[in-house]
């Protein structure tokens, strides 16, 4: 007998009104797709596209709790195996490359703003993991945290910035930022070192070394990774490099297979915080998307970067099963 009523007497809204009548309805009314559109007057497909439109705006917010991806039996084996403080693990079976990437973009997305804490000095790399994670993280902020850009700025094929990797992720947790305001490498060892002495630059780069929280996602030394994509090293760079045992990047630092830093002649051309100083952090938060970084990531777990992983369900038994 009531319902009848309550359908005579709920008012109809238009535009944007209507998709957040829509959107009430749906998740806190608890109505189906069917019983919102005959309330309404309105076909299902526009409940379904008004649905959409909540969700794109960022009127709804659909999160997952973090231990379902952090206990079950991939992410402890993960943590027993590599001595990981925890891991994150997200199904990606039967979905394509991109599709998979963004499953684990998401993932890091969702599970990040649990490992920072007031008065962290999260430091970040570049490139198109670190960007995305910084889209998709909820705005929320962290009293006291501070954003760092590691290296120097530079091109990349992505159509974003190396500093919008920083600054968008500290708008989004309400942090303070610094970024560095210079080219990540320059022409000249000397030309470098006379920079690293300017005041400005001197202060900034001081300022890195109180990083305590790391996030990144470790690089290829492959003919297509970001590190020549970007410009930051030549295909000349990039095969010596790989002659002299190189398997992945970090920060702009070519490793090799137990993790440690590969001396070169790339080094004092370069601006940003020592690779060695990113060792044995309080939290160091891989972000591994895809199955071609499987050695690279297993040289960054070597080598003491990493206390948090985030990957999906098929890089994890990649790396269990080497």
């Known amino acids: 007998m009531n ?59 659909i999160t997952m709790a973090s231990p379902s991806f952090t206990t079950h039996r991939l992410a402890l084996e993960l943590t027993e195996r590599f001595g990981l403080s925890a891991a994150f693990v997200v199904p990606d079976e039967g979905t394509g490359e ?69 600054t968008l992720l500290a708008q989004r947790l309400g942090a303070r930022c610094l ?30 070394e109180s990083v305590n929280k790391l996030l990144f996602s470790v690089g290829t030394a492959c003919a297509d990774s970001h590190i020549v994509l970007s410009g930051l090293a030549s295909r000349a760079d990039l095969d010596w490099y790989v002659a002299q045992g190189a398997v992945g990047v970090i920060c702009g ?27 044995g952090l309080e939290t160091g938060i891989l972000v591994t998307p895809g199955l071609d970084k499987v050695e690279a990531t297993r040289a960054a777990i070597r080598g003491g970067y990493v206390t948090h992983l985030v990957t999906g369900t098929s890089v994890a038994e990649a790396l269990l099963a080497g």
Not at 134 to 161: D, H, I, K, N
């Open 179 to 208: 970024n560095l305001h210079t080219p990540a490498i320059l022409s000249r060892a000397a030309l470098a070192g006379e920079l690293r002495e300017e005041p400005i630059l001197k202060s900034q780069l001081a300022e890195l």
């Open 253 to 279: 630092r070519f490793i090799g297979a137990d993790g440690r830093q590969i001396p070169g002649p790339m080094e004092e051309r370069m601006i940003g915080i020592p690779l060695p100083r990113l060792v």
């Open 98 to 166: 991109e599709e998979g990437f963004l499953r684990v973009v998401k993932g890091a997305a969702l599970w990040l703003p649990e490992l920072v804490a007031p008065g962290d000095r999260l430091g970040v790399a570049w490139g198109r993991t670190v960007y995305e994670i910084a889209e998709r993280v909820e705005s929320r902020p962290v009293a006291g945290l501070v954003v760092l850009q590691l290296v120097g700025s530079m091109a990349t094929p992505y159509g974003f910035t190396t500093e919008a990797c920083s």
């Open 3 to 61: 319902q009848p009523l309550r359908r005579r007497t709920r008012a109809r809204a238009s535009g944007e009104n209507a998709v957040i009548q829509v959107a009430w309805m749906y998740y806190q009314d608890g109505l189906n797709q069917r019983d919102i559109a005959e309330e309404l007057g309105i076909s299902r497909a526009t409940v379904v596209n008004y649905l959409q439109e909540a969700r794109e705006r960022g009127l709804i917010r």
